[in-house]
């Protein structure tokens, strides 16, 4: 399968724009780079009936931004389910902001409540504080439930590229902590930790994502070459810690056949089942890193939220 034609007009374009790649900015510059081009191939952002802009507590005594959709209003009697989503940037760019659009999709598709994390960045804020804001956020969430009109028993967690590293770090946090989700959406999500894959060989330069600009998120993540082999930074093989992968929420997932980090997203779909856990892999073809963005100009994208907002109705028992 070669390249989705949209998807080559669009390579084609980053090209001719010769934007500076992200590898030879400061994160400051990498991040008002990747805020000013974010909503470019988006789709347009679907009207909700309330966003609220919060304040979550995480464990170092400070707060967090984080952003709650809600598509419909909420009513205490029949609470919502709800997505914690965390968004990409590979730790170091990104934000509630730059996911907006993505968010009130599916918050408007899967009907569902939205809540839109926004993680401390490196690196500033090195490994392990995503993690650790991340599930501090969903726990919250979890624990303060009813006062936002959610189903404590109907939570979702989710996100793209470093956000469905911190997804799938998450659900077994959960799980270890007694609120498991009812599914773990991960949008071509890294799960290793060297980078050395076929796929990251195969397809190191021309597809949007190059293996300079991952080696220069993760070194301004990581402390020290010993964090690779953690597993919250390498959930697929990462061995300092590495809890058993048993008894996880479902999982959805969701890789490109033009992105480096594929062949470690179809690892973990096997290592979870491997596992004996409930797992959807879903290969689109044609497609690059980042291509869940481009739904304003990518037809193939909105097919795939389609797919994705179906996973996630179907694990809150919400019918077509």
Known sequence: MTLNAKIALVLDMVARAERPPYHTLTPLEARASYEKSASVLEIASAPMHSVENLQVPVRDGT????RLYYPVEAHWAEPLPA???????????GSVDTHDALCRMFASDARCAVLSVDYRLAPE???????HDSFDAYAWLHAHAAQFAIDPARLAMGGDSAGGTLA????????????????QMLIYPGTGGNQDTPSHVRLADGHLLTAETIQWFFNH????AGDRDDW???PLDGTRDAPGLAGLASAW????QYDPLVDEGKAYADKLRD???AVTLVHYDGMIHEFFKMGGFVEDARRAHADAARALREAFGIGD
């Open 63 to 66: 707060t967090i931004r984080a």
């Open 83 to 93: 997505l914690v989503y965390f968004h990409g940037g590979g730790f170091t760019v």
């Open 125 to 131: 804020h090195r490994f392990p504080t995503a993690v």
């Open 168 to 183: 799938a770090v998450c659900a077994v946090l959960a799980r270890d902590a007694g609120i498991a989700p009812v599914l």
């Open 221 to 224: 993540y990581v402390r020290d």
């Open 232 to 234: 919250r930074f390498a």
């Open 253 to 256: 997932i969701a890789v490109a």
């Open 275 to 277: 596992a004996g856990n």
